[in-house]
């Protein structure tokens, strides 16, 4: 890498220097693995190691001053009342670490821990942000996984890290310990290569993606943000600069119970409850074909929605007379969860109104409390751009580039702090929360040589070339 505005090392001895890190990426994978930071404590089903501590001792032996904090929920809350999930923190901090840029009011590039509650305007201004010459760089990844689930079901004991033809397999593998990985070895690296960012990286590894977004939003707070978002999650190496949104829907339905051998005498409040169903899976494709958006063009369905569960009936033998069924509903960039929440509001009011039933017995629709918006930032922002040469520069191949079909903790960033972002790790989503979880060892490498050409492309820069084609997030 040389030039203006990159890191002046030779790019052969760079592969070369994270190449001699593989061994010990994978150990520290498969400890990362057999650590616990779970979504929710009461339901995690293992308590290993504290993840964050192990983070934290990373990043100290790379020479760092980590700050480790709890979120203080209450703060928070004010500033984002939607938050659905108020877990307890005792055992799941935050670890924030700041690298210094030489263009920054703090100077030097030791790294620290940084300043908080920094100055400005708005949910979590930073007095630094943007400082001098370089452009600053936050890298968000969560240390939270959701919980094992039916631990018979894998193949693979989850919190074992068991390698097996060059996967790594457990829980959080994929969502998101091989991006933390990834993450922490890439700034290693760069830091052993002598490198010097103009701009401040700041490193944070936050313990509530899963439950809600706590953690990150703490760190909004706090004054950690910067000139763009690095969001650690598995894109299988895609440039995916958009997230999802969505927000739980609880349908009530009534109907009237009877004995099983005269069913026709009762009214099945299952049976009802399908009509609402069906309406919500046509809801999905007619908002598909009359709202697009480039970075959700890829995926077969954009606007997806799910029926999580349906609680019905009793004993036997009888017709239900009750049926309430945990709706998932979804919004893509440009929307909103109150246009969503409308949408479907007035779906279920053309089913009932057709049902003489419903029309008397109208269900009960209960929103929340869990709701996230969605984000999105243009393609043609040049953190994005220069996000999608690094990749297709180390990759040898195009990128692509599309919206991560989950929901992530970006939303804060685009949303609330006005950052541009996108989402880059290793791992395919189609295994995170699964018992099949695993990651590539190949791929976590690959994500840091892209790391390794990424930050120093976008820390080096300068502020005026960000003037042409700066697309804002949406």
């Known amino acids: 890498m040389t030039g203006e505005g990159q890191m002046n090392i030779d790019t052969a001895k760079l592969n070369a220097l994270i190449d001699s890190k593989r061994q010990a990426v994978l150990e520290f994978l498969r400890e990362a693995v057999s650590c616990s930071t779970p979504c929710n404590p009461e339901e995690s089903g293992f308590h290993g190691p504290n993840f ?98 039916n631990v018979d079901s894998w193949a693979y004991p989850p919190f074992a890290g068991r390698v097996e033809g060059g996967r790594v397999h457990g829980r959080g593998t994929v969502d998101a310990k091989g991006s933390v990985t990834a993450y922490l070895f890439a700034l290693q690296c760069l830091r052993e290569a002598g490198f010097e960012p103009a701009g401040d990286i700041t490193f944070q590894s936050v313990a509530d993606e899963e439950g809600g977004g706590n953690g990150t939003m703490a760190c909004i707070l706090e004054g950690y943000t910067g000139d763009a978002v690095l969001m650690g999650e598995p894109t299988g190496l895609a440039i995916s600069p958009g997230s999802r949104g969505a927000t739980h829907l609880r349908l009530r339905v009534v109907g009237q119970e009877a004995h099983a051998g005269l069913a026709y005498e009762g009214v099945n409040a299952i049976a009802k409850t399908t009509l ?75 089913v009932t109104e057709a049902d003489p039933w419903l029309r008397e017995h109208p269900p009960e629709l209960i929103w929340g409390p869990l709701a996230f918006e969605p984000s999105a930032t243009d393609p043609r922002h040049p953190f994005v751009q220069t996000a999608v040469r690094a990749a297709r520069e180390v990759l040898g191949r195009d990128v692509p580039v599309h919206a991560l079909s989950a929901g992530s903790d970006m939303r804060f960033f685009c949303n609330q702090a006005g950052l541009p972002g996108l989402h880059f790790g290793p791992g395919d989503l189609r295994l995170a929360h699964s018992t099949r979880e695993f990651v590539e060892l190949d791929e976590v490498m690959a994500a840091i040589k892209v790391l390794i050409r990424l930050i120093p492309d976008w820390t080096m820069g300068r502020h005026e070339e960000d003037a042409a084609g700066s697309g804002r997030a949406s």
């Open 52 to 149: 964050q501590h192990l983070v934290a001792s990373k990043l100290t032996d790379m020479g760092f001053v980590p700050r480790v904090w709890i979120p203080e929920v209450k703060a928070i809350r004010s500033h984002y009342p939607t938050m659905g999930h108020t877990f307890t923190y005792e055992s799941r901090p935050n670890v924030v670490a700041v690298w210094r840029g030489t263009a920054s009011s703090g100077g030097g590039g030791n790294g620290g821990s940084g300043g908080g509650n920094g100055a400005g305007s708005g949910v979590g201004g930073n007095a630094d942000r943007g400082a001098g010459r370089g452009r600053s760089l936050v890298l968000n990844t969560h240390a939270d996984v959701y919980g094992p689930g």
């Open 276 to 350: 609402y169903m069906q309406a919500l899976w046509q809801l999905e494709g007619e908002l598909d074909a009359k709202f697009k958006h480039p970075l959700w063009d890829p995926f077969p369905k954009a606007h997806t929605m799910n029926v999580e569960w349906i609680h019905s009936g009793g004993f036997g033998g009888v017709v239900p007379g009750f049926s309430e069924a945990l709706m998932a509903v979804g919004c893509i960039g440009g929307e909103s969860i109150a246009d969503v929440r409308r949408w479907v509001t007035e779906a279920f009011a053309k």
